[in-house]
């Protein structure tokens, strides 16, 4: 579904991405792991189109996508939910579900399909509240509901267990096991909480200092080579 050749991208004289390369199945998860500053969300923002790279190629479904704008690859199917979740706080939760359909000639409340209620319950309740009055786990609840309307062939997440309470984040455990097992979705995964990757991945890689240095079975994670390397 997903494949990178020789990513290089560069803040200034900084080189960030170092010939990264990533592959991703459709129906799979693939946990990106690594300390911060790594480069992990600066790949994600590449793959999405929010930045450009500086060498190398973006494949996504069979197509080079790489000189696309970000509002391209959404047409064509990636969504994505950055760090921070990014959520509109003025507007109520139905108004931000229907900015994920701002790609589609018409957005109206009616095309907010029921099964994204049934994935999210307290959206429902909570449709004509304000996004800025819903809790942390709440709207990391909403910034992902918002991507899955999207229908989109690829999910990239990016810290989705981020400041989330224990109950929220067993929520979104469950919304990507129900998306893992369709499998027609495949998935982009950042991580800090390094459980909860291991039972959800399906591959991992780690980054470190912009380049990828070990790759792997979600079962060989929990191991002292794995855990040494996202300790240094």
């Not at 050749?5 to 946990?31: K, M, P, Q, W």
């Not at 973006?58 to 979740?85: C, D, K, L, W």
């Not at 959520?87 to 139905?94: A, N």
């Amino acid at each position: 579904m997903l494949s990178t050749i020789g990513i290089n991208h560069f803040y200034g004289g900084s080189h960030i991405l170092r010939d990264v390369n990533i592959e991703i199945a459709a129906g799979s998860c693939t946990a990106l792991l690594g300390r911060n500053g790594v480069g992990k969300s600066t790949l994600l923002k590449c793959v999405m189109g929010v930045l450009r790279v500086r060498s190398g190629q973006i494949n996504f479904a069979g197509e080079n996508v790489t000189a696309m704008s970000p509002h391209a690859r959404a047409r064509r199917g990636i969504a994505y939910v950055p760090q921070g979740r990014e959520i509109f706080p003025r507007l109520s939760v139905e108004e931000n579900l229907l900015t994920g359909l701002a790609n589609q000639k018409h957005g109206a409340a009616s095309d907010i399909t029921e099964d994204i209620f049934d994935t999210f319950p307290v959206l429902k309740e909570m449709r004509h509240r304000r996004g800025g009055d819903l809790s942390g786990g709440q709207q990391q609840q909403l910034a992902i509901a918002r991507a899955l309307l999207t229908k989109p062939k690829l999910l990239i997440l990016d810290e989705p267990t981020e400041g989330i309470q224990p109950s929220i984040i067993k929520d979104i455990e469950r919304v990507i096991r129900q998306i893992k097992a369709r499998g027609d979705m495949a998935i982009l995964l950042v991580e800090q909480y390094f459980d909860f990757a291991r039972m959800l991945a399906d591959e991992f890689l780690i980054m470190s200092r912009g380049e990828i240095v070990h790759r792997g079975k979600s079962v060989d994670m929990d191991t002292p080579e794995v855990r040494k390397k996202l300790s240094i």
